[in-house]
């Protein structure tokens, strides 16, 4: 067929060729047109079966969240929220389409939508996107930007990825190396047959609805799988009962109790009595009341819940206790371990199981009552201290008791300077400026010191004996004549208590300071 001049007869052949191979062409291009058209009705009918379970879950969780506030509003919330931002974007999706289809007379005529006409002229103009085109494309950026903040990123990780490449508006890369860049738009709509751009808006929908449904599935599954998580459930020991005699039997039994604080009880009895609504809290029921005279007693009920909107009860079992009678032996404890501080006043809590505060009575050297079953102790200068507790039981009856505590003096201050202790290192300006104080480091009580004097020692001058907490003017001036790496010596630090100055606390420790500059 090449080369040389062509024969009529060839002239005819390479023409029925030609006329051949065009009526392929028409023939295969309508093929191609009706695969889309099919591709698309399989798309709308997976739209339009996962968009009715998606409703049907929104409506599981709004009667489970009516059975169970605590737990399932939270995630009824927030599948709302995804389910509006959908519906939205699934309403515009869809009336786009049916402006794309507007002058089509049979929807069903696949083979006729081969025109990108209509679909170029609504999104580009010379070269550009239109505002229609624009709109399109901040839709679809927003619905995914909107989807990722509802989305939690340890939780639905994997959504979160397909969310990200379903609606990815990034431009498109070709050529071996990805150098030729083309928009996302343009990429995917420009030039192309009617069919085939209604058939990507179809396939768009589905991946709306799939991101719904994958969130709704994975909420209430996760819930469900997190409900029967062994995690959840606590070894609880249950005895036969509560209080026992030296010597006796132990017996009980060690169960497994799930532990849900999400759980409400609709309604509680306990031994015929209505539990009042602010004791029934999340997963559990407050108990209040009078625990009865001594003896074994017993406490019965059921627990009311709801369930598909039915009420289902749960009998109160293993509720046996003991009420024993009062012990009568004091209780003294220091709140700050077993020993008094000489010069502070110190806590101690007083009190007698059974009886009231006001029918104790305990007595020692610098004991003062500042509250019911609250005293505080300043210390005699003894070595020990014995607190004396007398009680009057509830039967008349008079015990007593006594406790021996140590008494113990504040420890050594700490001498700082600029709020640091040891060996510091500041240049003059710093020092002559900084203010010098004591603490009382590790100690059990916040006491507040403040300084009175100390002294200072520059290399070669003499001592200087510093008023107050500052430096003097004559210590300022042997500081500012030392020279760099001189070690100044802060010592003599007379510190005394705010609030009791007249107790002596022992000697504090000196600051070293190395001049730097």
Known sequence: ??????????????????????????????????????????????????????????????????????????????????????????????????????????????????????????????????????????????????????????????????????????????????????????????????????????????????????????????????????????????????????????????????????????????????????????????????????????LKGKFIFLEDGKPVEIPIVGGKYSVIPKPNEAIISADKMNVVYRGVANPLSISVPGVPDNKVKPSAPGLKQISAGKYVMNPPKAREVVIRVTAKLPNGQTVTSSKKFRVKDIPSPTGTIRGQDGYQKMSKSSLVKSTVGAVLKDFVFDLDLYVSEFKVKVPGKPTITCSGKKMSSQATRAINKAKRGDAIIIFDIKAKLKGNSSYRLKKTSQVTVEITS
């Open 1 to 298: 067929m090449a080369g040389g001049k062509l024969s009529a007869r060839q002239k005819m052949i390479n023409l029925m060729y030609l006329v051949f191979i065009a009526m392929l062409a028409m023939q295969m291009g309508k093929k191609v047109l009706s695969a889309f058209g099919r591709m698309n009705e399989t798309f709308e009918e997976t739209v339009t079966s996962t968009t009715q379970a998606n409703e049907n879950a929104i409506k599981q969780l709004q009667a489970l969240a009516q059975e169970q506030p605590e737990k399932y509003t939270p995630i009824l919330n927030a599948a709302s929220a995804l389910h509006q931002k959908s519906t939205e974007f699934n309403n515009y999706l869809a009336s786009l389409k049916d402006e794309m289809l507007a002058k089509s007379e049979d929807k069903k005529n696949y083979e006729a939508m081969s025109s990108s006409n209509y679909v170029d002229e609504m999104f580009f103009k010379d070269g550009k996107e239109t505002a229609k085109g624009k709109e399109f494309v901040n839709k679809v950026t927003s619905y995914r930007e909107d989807v990722l903040k509802l989305l939690d990123p340890k939780k639905d990780a994997d959504l979160i990825k397909k969310v990200k490449k379903w609606f990815d508006t990034s431009p498109d890369k070709h050529g071996k190396k990805g150098k030729r860049e083309e928009p996302w738009l343009a990429s995917r709509f420009e030039g192309f047959p009617l069919i085939s751009s209604v058939s990507n808006i179809s396939k768009m929908q589905t991946d709306v609805a799939a991101t719904e449904k994958t969130y709704m599935d994975s909420s209430i599954s996760g819930q469900r799988k997190s409900d029967v998580s062994m995690t959840n459930y606590d070894a609880m020991v249950v005895f036969d009962k509560n209080a026992y005699y030296p010597g006796e039997k132990l017996s009980g039994k060690i169960i497994l109790g799930k532990n849900d604080p999400t759980i409400k009880a609709k309604e509680v009895i306990i031994n015929g009595n209505k539990v009042k609504e602010d004791q029934i809290k999340a997963g559990q029921v407050i108990l209040s009341g009078s625990a009865g005279n001594v003896g074994e007693h017993e």
